[in-house]
């Protein structure tokens, strides 16, 4: 969808887990055994995983000053009972959090990445799209942070295109 640079960090696990569904298409790489494999996800946890996938997009549409796609569980009651430990580095010193071994793993990554975010400043600025046929994840670079679009070529092109339609009609 977007031919932008992937977010920094860990928020690039949140990005790339949003990006499996392409909303205009329906195609979910978490459809495929590599698409799972790439997240480390089990047939097993394919329910949950989509769950958290719509839960961060909504979450990420908020950033954006939208409201959400749909229904969904909120990010904060998935996160909130994830193992996580301070872990210290013994030659720099250097702390970070990290995901406890647990029985979701995926979860406890997504919840050290946002913390990474959060610590970082940085978390505010992953958005997602606000054409409701795309909704895909990008991270906001603009100097103001008020990027609307995974991409001004595509999305804010067609909304731009709409916008000056309805004035002409």
């Known amino acids: 969808m977007s031919e932008r640079l992937p977010a920094p960090g860990g928020l690039a696990l949140v990005e790339n887990l949003v990006n499996t569904l392409d909303i205009e298409s329906g195609a979910d790489t978490l459809d495929t055994a590599d698409g799972r494999a790439a997240f480390g ?17 909504a979450a990420l549409l908020a950033h954006a ?6 229904a969904v569980t909120p990010l904060g009651a998935l996160l909130a009972h994830t193992p996580l430990y301070l872990s210290v ?3 720099d010193g250097s702390a970070a959090l ?6 979701a793993p995926l979860l406890s990554r997504v919840a050290a990445a946002v913390a990474e975010a959060l610590a970082a400043g940085t978390w505010m600025r992953l958005k997602a799209c606000e054409a409701v046929n795309c909704h895909w994840a990008y991270y906001d670079r603009s100097p103001a942070g008020r990027g609307r679009w995974c991409s001004m070529q595509v999305c804010g092109a067609r909304a731009k295109m709409r916008r000056y339609r309805a004035k002409e009609a």
């Open 89 to 91: 580095d013994d030659r």
């Open 98 to 103: 990290a995901p406890a071994a647990d029985g």
């Open 41 to 57: 996800i089990g047939s097993g946890d394919l329910t949950a995983a989509r769950e958290l996938r719509e839960s961060l997009r």
């Open 65 to 70: 000053g939208h409201p959400p796609h749909r």
